[in-house]
T-cell receptor
Framework: DVKVTQSSRYLVKRTGEKVFLECVQD?????MFWYRQDPGLGLRLIYFSYDVKMKEKGDIPEGYSVSREKKERFSLILESASTNQTSMYLC?????????????FGNGTRLTVT | QQQVKQSPQSLIVQKGGISIINCAYENTAFDYFPWYQQFPGKGPALLIA?????SEKKEGRFTISFNKSAKQFSLHIMDSQPGDSATYFC????????????FGTGTRLTIIP
């Protein structure tokens, strides 16, 4: 059974802090994604990666960066957290090139920036 | 820019009734349309998906209806049960093998006894 694990369930940070959200998957998936989920806005793609050290911007990359040093790990970085980044962050993974294989999501990290 | 529009935002259905959630899209290059189901405290999980070469796909009590000319697709849940209470997201993507999904805004479904 595919498992996507996000390191923190809840996180509270102060404005201006550098924040790291970590995600690990155990199914050797090539694709990894970071989404944020906000009421009324659905899931919006921040960044994704098809391979180690490879990254591409999603629809809302401003204020975020990512790191993928190993295939199983994908980190989301908020260089200087702001209150408008308070949200639920969801990591997902999937196989590459297998006919739109399902996204497997973690259970999310609820980040509050004060 | 919302490329996939979903309605309603919330829906209350009696047990045993039919739940219907609708989505509309603009990008004619979309060729894969999945629905994801999310329970409280959990990440979304794939429920059912359809490609535009068929007009309907059924899996148990869940059916996707697809209207290519109208650029609309919908999820029907027959004989709705309290365990179906969840948030449902439609989504769409382009290119075979490209899993970069564009999601709708979500529908919170509540099934009442």
């Amino acid at each position: 059974d595919v498992k996507v694990t996000q390191s923190s369930r809840y996180l509270v940070k102060r404005t201006g802090e550098k924040v790291f959200l970590e995600c690990v998957q155990d199914m050797d998936h090539e694709n990894m994604f970071w989404y944020r989920q906000d009421p009324g806005l659905g899931l919006r793609l921040i960044y994704f990666s098809y391979d180690v050290k490879m990254k591409e911007k999603g629809d809302i990359p401003e204020g975020y960066s990512v790191s993928r040093e190993k295939k199983e790990r994908f980190s989301l970085i908020l260089e200087s957290a702001s209150t408008n980044q308070t949200s639920m962050y969801l990591c997902a993974s999937s196989f590459l090139g297998s006919g739109n294989s399902p996204l497997h999501f973690g259970n999310g990290t609820r980040l509050t920036v004060t | 820019q919302q490329q996939v529009k979903q309605s309603p935002q919330s829906l209350i259905v009696q047990k045993g009734g039919i739940s219907i959630i609708n989505c509309a899209y603009e990008n004619t290059a979309f060729d894969y349309f999945p629905w994801y189901q999310q329970f409280p405290g959990k990440g979304p999980a794939l429920l059912i998906a359809i490609r535009p070469d068929v007009s309907e796909k059924k899996e148990g009590r869940f059916t996707i209806s697809f209207n290519k000319s109208a650029k609309q697709f919908s999820l029907h849940i027959m004989d709705s049960q309290p365990g179906d209470s969840a948030t449902y997201f439609c989504a769409a993507s382009t290119h075979f093998g490209n899993e970069k999904l564009t999601f709708g805004t979500g529908t919170r479904l509540t099934i009442i006894p």
